[in-house]
């Protein structure tokens, strides 16, 4: 059972130009939401973050917004860079005890 | 943020066989955690290690086949056991500092070690 879900398993934008990433969660008890970034050979790097109390989170070129109600959040990267070509992930959590949950990936391919 | 140097960065490994991986954090830790993604998949928590006491095993997950060894907060270890091709993956170690065992904070991860089992 997939609790964190990005459906999309690649985008591809041009540079300059706005990336959408998506994911959805299905339990209602995760309370804190994470996007991480992931280069080639290299670990997952934590990009952002949102708490459920919160419906954006903003830092320089990233935000994430979080609809509870449609269990939804994105992340938008305005304006998006060829640097910015990595894997990211999605992720949930919850006070309660939940452990952290990752979505499957997305593949952002920036082309300059 | 602290550093964590994972090794090794990759291995080809027989059936049957067993491998360690190693992951050394530069920095005193509360939390260490054990993850694998297989390919195209998700990062599948497989046990939270404990400084001093048995590890923290997620369902699916069993002490035999990936034993894990903690003996200090900067250090830990995991073995794949008798390994099979189903085994192949990404298996990486990640710190967090929160009490809580898996808390509100971010996450840093080494860089991985990719297996492959022939």
């Known amino acids: 059972d997939q609790q964190v879900k990005q459906n999309s398993p690649s985008l591809s934008v041009q540079e300059g130009r706005i990336s959408i990433l998506n994911c959805d969660y299905t339990?209602?008890?995760?309370?804190?939401f994470l996007w991480y970034k992931k280069y080639p050979a290299e670990g997952p790097t934590f990009l952002i973050s949102?708490?459920?109390?919160?419906d954006k989170n903003e830092d320089g070129r990233f935000t994430v917004f979080l609809n509870k109600s449609a269990k939804h959040l994105s992340l938008h990267i305005v304006p998006s860079q060829p640097g910015d070509s990595a894997v990211y992930f999605c992720?949930?959590?919850?006070?309660?005890?939940?452990?952290?949950?990752f979505g499957a990936g997305t593949r952002l391919f920036v082309k300059a | 943020s602290a550093v964590i140097s994972q090794k090794p960065s990759r291995d080809i490994c027989q059936r049957g066989t067993s491998l360690t991986i190693q992951c050394q954090v530069d920095?005193?830790?509360?939390?260490m955690f054990w993850y694998r993604q297989q390919p195209g998949q998700s990062l599948t928590l497989i046990a939270t290690?404990?400084?001093?006491?048995?590890?923290?095993?997620e369902s699916g997950f069993v002490i035999d086949k990936f034993p894990i060894s903690r003996p200090n907060l900067t250090f830990s270890t995991l073995t794949v056991s008798n390994m099979s091709p189903e085994d192949s993956s990404i298996y990486l170690c990640?710190?967090?500092?929160?009490?809580?065992?898996?808390?509100?904070?971010?996450?840093?991860f080494g860089d991985g070690t990719r297996l492959s089992i022939l």
């Open positions: 992720a949930a959590s919850g006070t309660g005890g939940f452990k952290t949950i």
């Open positions: 339990n209602s008890m995760f309370d804190y």
């Open positions: 949102i708490s459920s109390i919160k």
């Open positions: 920095s005193q830790v509360t939390m």
């Open positions: 290690a404990n400084q001093g006491s048995e590890a923290t095993y």
């Open positions: 990640s710190m967090g500092q929160q009490g809580n065992r898996f808390g509100n904070q971010p996450q840093h």
